[in-house]
Nanobody, 125 residues
């Protein structure tokens, strides 16, 4: 399995939390940089966070401190823990495989080799 598969989206109230999961093959998850993106209605897809094979994470500044990206011990599942959610965090969240070993920054769309199908996050005020 190469294409990532996301789960865990849903609806929460402002200030609430959600944890998104993403699975792909264990070999790919442990070897390459993987990232989370999101896309709000009528807006461009934007990077959220990335994590490389060394475990180093990078975040978009506006999400630092509220979002945490991590990899399961078995290395075939990627997580995005989101806390203190705001209405502007709503959108479709995508997991992506970047096919470089180390992440040097929050992920960018042009660097993605494989996209997941996305999972919807709704935040009500």
């Amino acid at each position: 399995q190469v294409q990532p598969v996301e789960s865990g989206g849903g609806s929460v109230q402002s200030g609430g939390s959600l944890r998104l999961s993403c699975t792909t093959s264990q070999y790919l998850t442990s070897r390459y940089c993987m990232g989370w993106f999101r896309q709000a209605p009528a807006k461009d897809r934007e990077g959220v966070a990335s994590i490389g094979r060394d475990g180093r994470a990078h975040y978009v500044e506006s999400m630092r401190g509220r979002f945490t990206v991590s990899r399961a011990t078995g290395n075939n599942t990627l997580y995005l823990e989101m806390t203190n959610l705001k209405p502007e965090d709503a959108g479709i969240y995508y997991c992506a495989l970047l096919m470089v070993e180390y992440c040097s920054s929050p992920p960018i769309v042009n660097g993605v080799a494989y996209w997941g199908q996305g999972t919807q996050v709704t935040v009500s005020s």
